[in-house]
């Protein structure tokens, strides 16, 4: 049976945002909000570990569910009987893993099979009976450019990205009517990616449809601020960019491998 990849429509889940406070509490320390963010969130405390988290869950369960060898399948989420368990990919300051723990959902308030009962370490109660535990969240890694390459040419789907509403919108206002703009947003990549030759450590991955992609500042308006991210798909002895990303949602892709330490991503956060 497939499993909802929704986690609120998998499971019951009682003081939402004070399950998040003990997360960040739990886990290694890092910032999970924007400095400046472009739109407001309910949740003004955690709202990048909140999205990490639905980001995860979703993903953990889409391989679960594609997944028809059994014990393969636990490896990305275990459910059986009684109890419920997925790796988050965060660890605890000793470098434990954390795990979101679910049993069956005996409150009659919800019709949904499970409950969530919080995030723990190994030891927890709540994972005694589970064994082996889940492994941690992984992407798939195509067979070219395990690492970035800067040497591999960019190759930009202009016409796709200027004739889409969605990713034009996510340029600088005063540069979307500008008459040169495909020679503009042709000459910024470029540049960007002869930057990345000598400092490629500016070239961050991201996770995206459990595979990685790259991300690549593009400046538009300031030659040393980023104003947006090209996503970079690996192809045969080339990347394709086809979409352009704000910084806030490429911080947020980039985080569902790591934590981000690229200086145009880290200063988002506080």
Not at 4 to 28: G, K, R, V
Not at 118 to 125: C, L, N, R, T, V
Not at 158 to 178: K, M, T, V
Request: proline share 8%; with cysteine.
């Amino acid at each position: 049976m497939n499993l909802m990849p929704d986690l609120f429509s998998f499971a019951f889940i009682p003081s939402w945002y004070e399950q998040l406070d003990e997360l960040a509490e739990l886990a290694i320390p890092e910032p999970w909000r924007f400095r400046n963010p472009n739109y407001y969130t309910k949740n003004q405390d955690t709202p990048i570990l909140e999205r990490y988290i639905h980001s995860i869950f979703k993903k953990q369960v889409i391989d679960y569910n594609e997944e028809r060898n059994p014990a393969k399948a636990a490896e990305y989420f275990h459910v059986e009987n009684e109890y419920a368990c997925f790796h988050t990919g965060l660890y605890t300051k000793r470098y434990k893993a954390i795990y979101g723990c679910f049993d069956r959902n005996k409150r009659q308030a919800s019709m949904l099979d499970w409950y969530f009962r919080g995030f723990s370490d190994e030891i927890s109660p709540w994972l005694k009976y589970i064994s082996p535990l889940p492994k941690k969240p992984s992407y798939y890694m195509t067979q070219y450019g395990v690492n970035y390459n800067p040497e591999w040419p960019i190759r930009v789907n202009i016409d796709h990205i200027l004739g889409d509403e969605e990713n034009l919108s996510r340029l600088p206002a005063e540069i979307r009517d500008a008459r040169n703009l495909p020679l503009l947003l042709e000459t910024a990549v470029e540049l960007a990616r002869r930057k990345a030759v000598v400092e490629p450590g500016i070239v961050v991955p991201q996770g995206y449809q459990g595979r990685v992609q790259y991300l690549l500042p593009i400046c538009l308006t300031d030659m040393e601020k980023p104003d947006l991210a090209m996503t970079l798909t690996i192809m045969d002895g080339y990347y394709l960019g086809n979409t352009c990303l704000t910084l806030e949602m490429a911080y947020l892709n980039a985080r569902l491998l790591a934590r981000p330490t690229a200086p145009w991503l880290s200063e988002l956060v506080m």
